[in-house]
């Protein structure tokens, strides 16, 4: 029972176009959200986070998305560029605990 | 000055073996964890300890042990590997008042079983 799904596992983009990564969840209990950006060879590094209060959060080329009655986020990567290419999972948290629970990851790779 | 370390990186063994994978954090984080990507990709928390504390146990077997002997290292012990059990193996901590911005992860460890 996989409570957070990334269904697309890939994504090629063109370098300076808009990345769209996408996160669908189940759990209405869950409030915060975290998007991971990951390399080969290296553990997932924290890239962006929601509150559940939110709908929008930005920081630089990243903003992500959350549409609570969808129960579905997004990450907007603007403009693309040839490092951003890695494995971005999504991740969430039920209030009060220390457990997020990922995604399988979506790879991103965008083309020069 | 690595801030969330793993070792060994590699590791292969044959079944039944027994082996550790030792992590260290340097951060001064409450929080330590362990969790097991598989080969299709899940991430999956296994054991959490907060100050040296078991905060979180899933459902993984028993041949699976954590021990914490202190709030910067979090080993994970694996009794009688067996094949199932080769997956990459991420250490990883966090901040308790900062756990709404997740965790710092170490670079992970591959384990095969032959």
């Known amino acids: 029972d996989q409570q957070v799904k990334q269904n697309s596992p890939s994504l090629s983009v063109q370098e300076g176009r808009i990345s769209i990564l996408n996160c669908d969840y189940t759990n209405s209990m869950f409030d915060y959200f975290l998007w991971y950006k990951k390399y080969p060879a290296e553990g997932p590094t924290f890239l962006i986070s929601?509150?559940?209060?939110?709908d929008k959060n930005e920081d630089g080329r990243f903003t992500v998305f959350l549409n609570k009655s969808a129960k579905h986020l997004s990450l907007h990567i603007v403009p693309s560029q040839p490092g951003d290419s890695a494995v971005y999972f999504c991740a969430a948290r039920t209030a009060g605990t220390y457990k997020y629970i990922f995604g399988t990851g979506t790879r991103l790779k965008v083309l020069a | 000055d690595t801030a969330v370390s793993q070792t060994p990186k590699y590791l292969v063994t044959q079944m039944g073996n027994d082996k550790s994978i030792k992590c260290e954090q340097n951060?001064?984080?409450?929080?330590m964890y362990w969790y097991k990507q598989d080969s299709k990709k899940f991430l999956k928390i296994m054991f959490s300890?907060?100050?040296?504390?078991?905060?979180i146990n899933e459902t993984v077997p028993n041949r699976f042990s954590p021990k914490s002997p202190d709030k910067a290292h979090l080993n994970l012990h694996i009794n009688s590997l067996e094949l199932g059990d080769s997956a990459v193996y991420f250490c990883a901590s966090s901040q308790d008042e900062k756990i709404a911005y997740g965790y710092t992860f170490g670079s992970g460890t591959r384990l095969t079983v032959v």
């Open positions: 300890y907060n100050n040296k504390e078991l905060i």
């Open positions: 951060l001064g984080h409450d929080t």
């Open positions: 929601i509150s559940s209060i939110k």
